[in-house]
């Protein structure tokens, strides 16, 4: 009797698997429902989500860091439900006459919440977004910027070519990359988000000026992804460097490479500053930075020394 049950288990399991096997081979009717990986695309990107009840409350309060600067810590964690994708750092710079908003967080309800809690510190709009690199924690905001404060968004060109499309790989086109909050956060706090183009991107490190401001927006190029940037304000003496800097937790550096990093602990050493704001952590002093280089001349060092032993 329980192999009859077993044999019966197994072939409902069989007949339940079959949409499902060989689907890096079956051709779809429209080519550009696989992704590069030969994948089907489980869901395309929608102009909104939508769902009932009131927003998420991201609870949001703002630390000031230094004169111009204040910050919104995230979660130590991966970005999950319960933390509705709060788990990195976005700060917001006082201009003379406008805000300045680096790195715009998980989802435009993000980004709203964080708006109206500056907002009680000067009641001004945001003139600008500026993104660090293209991981989605950190720039699904910018949707509400752009519609609501008609700001004008800097960023890496990664941005649009990875995720707008289409993607060149090995001589084919394939549609933008997924995001991971549109699948992994609760409606009520990714509805309204939206893909937000980059205004401006550059090929080099930009000196700017915005309301007031003087800003070193400086390009370390490969570093925890494919185009890091960190962001200097010499007169404030302070930087904001997104993940090239983490502490408190170790870099996944799924994206990233060694050397990379290095770079970027460099040419972040080489500029004077008193606050650093990471992109993952809560120190912000002149120790900000150590753990990091710490851990990436580590394996940098250890790594070497086994290849000469042949490893």
Known sequence: ????????????AFFAALPFIGNKTTTPEVK??????GNFILNEWVPSRTGKGPDWDYNLKPVQVS??????FGAMEMPTKENAGDMSNS?????????IAWDSGPSYIFAKQAYEAMQKIADMPVKAVIVSHEHDDHWLGN????????????????INENYYGPRHIDGKDYPGMQ??????LYQNAIRGTVLAKVDKSFEETTKLNISGVNLEYVKVGYAHSEEDWFLYLPDDKTVLVADVVMNGRVTSNRHGIVVGQINALNAIKSREWDHLVPGHGFITDKTAADESVLYFSLLKDRVLEKMEEGV
Do not use: Q
């Open 1 to 12: 009797m329980k192999t009859l049950l077993s044999i019966i288990v197994l072939v409902g």
């Open 32 to 37: 550009h429902k696989l992704d590069a990986d």
């Open 67 to 72: 004169e111009r600067v204040w910050c919104f």
């Open 91 to 99: 700060c917001y710079i006082k201009g003379d006459d406008a805000w």
């Open 143 to 158: 949707n509400y910027y752009k519609e609501v404060h008609h700001a004008t968004i800097y960023g890496p060109a990664s």
């Open 179 to 184: 995001t991971r909050m549109i699948k992994a």
